[in-house]
């Protein structure tokens, strides 16, 4: 079982930047292939990026591919998404997942899940 927090969001202006942070409880949290998706009010949720284990494959969305950038700190259990130059398009809710199915982009092959974080984007 793992657990998922995610932390790092807020209101920020167009142009600006968020790193939002997955924290996991398992210690052999880097043995998964972890993927961020968020979900905009009245949109279906989306693929935005995914990691593997000791980072070293990534894997972006066309839409945000050269403006995000995913890492890992496998001393910390942590997964970051850094998100730069913000527009309102980016505005949803973040969450991060966990899988042994190394490089899905499919929602319905992660196991675990956190409970997201808000990126509100003012024009």
Request: hydrophobic residues 35%; proline residues 2%; glycine residues 12%.
């Amino acid at each position: 079982q793992v657990q998922l927090v995610e932390s790092g969001g807020g209101l920020v202006q167009a142009g600006g930047s968020l790193r939002l942070s997955c924290a996991a409880s398992a210690r052999t949290f880097d043995s998964y292939w972890v993927g961020w998706f968020r979900q905009a009010p009245g949109k279906e949720r989306e693929f935005v990026a995914a990691i593997g284990w000791g980072g070293t494959s990534t894997d972006y969305a066309d839409s945000v591919k050269g403006r995000f950038t995913i890492s890992r700190d496998s001393a910390k259990n942590t997964v970051y998404l850094q998100v730069n130059s913000l527009n309102p398009e980016d505005t949803a809710i973040y969450s991060c997942a966990a899988t042994f199915l190394r490089g899905t982009r499919k929602s319905d092959d992660y196991n675990y899940w956190g409970q997201g974080t808000q990126v509100t984007v003012s024009s």
